[in-house]
């Protein structure tokens, strides 16, 4: 899953299956006895441009609280974006509703990161795998049936369990349901939202084989929301990293990885352990001050700045706490919003978190690469 660097498709290449530009999602506070005292807005997803390409894999990754999961329901239209663009196969779905919305909602599909909340109790297996064909009409009840067995089949499970309750699985085997469900209309696009967090750490890799052989399958893009970094690195093709409702860098995954240029990114991936003891020994971990702040009141300039360890060592410089950071193009494909990227390149702190021993060489900057939202929009979801 990938999302191509905005202004990508001017230059010839596919439209990408989903196009998000400019995405604001907002929530008011105030009017109940509690919250009457703070009333005011909190900024949950603050401008987020974001592509997705067709049979590729996205992953939208940060801390609890960044606004990926909020992204990522707004694009599947659980959620109604304040205001912005979520163009999918063309279709502007921002301000679709009703019937018309209904009956593209066969297209995508969510696949949610409680097995054990997001199933109905109640329900058989046969029941909730075959539910979106029932509440779309598709097939007599005899073709339907058919139809659950042959997706059970797909995700690894036997249609002799169709008359069993979901309280009668593993965790693990209630997830392959959720996949299960989440297929069963042959759907362009599906946003996991954290797929494998709730699972025992035997069982994530399980689910993971699972999505990638059902992306080749059944011809599936995917946006992978989650913070389990070690688990969209096997399994995006780009990834788009969020801080407090902004994109702060988006890159192919080996680039990301490999050459981080966000101080976000490079403390995030520092954390992520190295499965190499010789190289693990010498990277060190980068500690972030305090809690990520509120959305409801979001420092100005730079989000990040009141955490950033390059702002500290940079002595406090005025741009990051006034001016916001566009999102812009560092590299080919790469794009990154950071007043001081040049700092960042080749770093002691960029060359641990990556694990490499030896200073990266500068990418060289692409002249087709655009960035991926208007100069004075910098991204974030």
């Not at 105030?30 to 996205?58: M, N, W």
């Not at 940060?62 to 974006?81: F, H, M, N, Q, Y």
């Not at 979520?86 to 409680?114: C, K, N, S, V, W």
Request: aromatic share 4%.
């Amino acid at each position: 899953m990938a999302a191509s660097t905005p202004g990508a498709a001017g230059s010839g290449s596919p439209e990408p299956l989903v196009r998000v530009s400019d995405l604001r999602v907002e929530f008011h506070l105030g009017g109940g006895f509690v919250l009457r005292a703070s009333d005011g807005v909190v900024k949950a997803v603050d401008g987020v441009d974001l592509e997705i390409e067709r049979g590729r894999t996205l992953g939208l990754v940060g801390e609890s609280g960044s606004g990926k999961t909020t992204t990522g329901r707004a694009i599947v239209r659980l959620l109604d974006p304040t205001s912005g663009s979520i163009r999918f196969d063309g279709q502007e779905l921002a301000t679709l509703h009703g019937e018309p919305l209904r009956r593209l909602r066969r297209r995508f599909q969510m696949i949610f990161q409680d097995p054990y909340s997001s199933l109905n109790p109640r329900m058989t297996i046969g029941s909730i795998v075959g539910e979106p064909l029932e509440i779309h009409g598709i097939g007599l009840p005899a073709e339907r049936r058919a139809r659950v067995a042959e997706l059970l089949d797909l995700v690894g499970l036997s249609p002799r369990i169709m008359d069993r309750f979901p309280h009668q699985f593993s965790g693990g085997q209630r997830q392959r349901v959720g996949v299960a469900r989440a297929i069963a209309l042959n759907p362009d696009l599906i946003v996991a939202d954290e797929p494998v967090s709730a699972l025992d750490v035997s069982i994530r890799a399980q689910i993971l084989n699972l999505l990638e052989r059902l992306q080749t399958q059944v011809d599936l893009t995917y946006l992978v929301v989650s913070h389990d970094l070690a688990a969209v690195r096997r399994i995006s093709d780009r990834v788009a990293v969020m801080y407090l409702g902004r994109i702060v860098e988006n890159a192919p995954t080996g680039r990301l990885f490999g050459a981080p240029l966000h101080p976000y990114t490079i403390a995030l991936i520092s954390a992520v352990p190295i499965p190499d003891p010789e190289i693990q020994q010498h990277r060190r971990r980068i500690i972030l001050r305090g809690e990520i702040p509120s959305s409801a009141n979001p420092p100005t300039g730079c989000h990040f700045h009141t955490r950033c360890w390059l702002y500290q060592r940079l002595g406090d410089p005025e741009q990051c706490r006034t001016e916001r950071p566009p999102l812009s193009p560092a590299a080919a494909s790469h794009s990154v919003a950071c007043h001081f990227v040049a700092e960042v390149e080749g770093s002691a702190e960029q060359r641990q978190a990556s694990g490499r021993r030896t200073p990266i060489p500068p990418a060289a900057p692409s002249s087709s690469a655009t960035p991926a939202t208007p100069a004075s929009n910098g991204a974030t979801s």
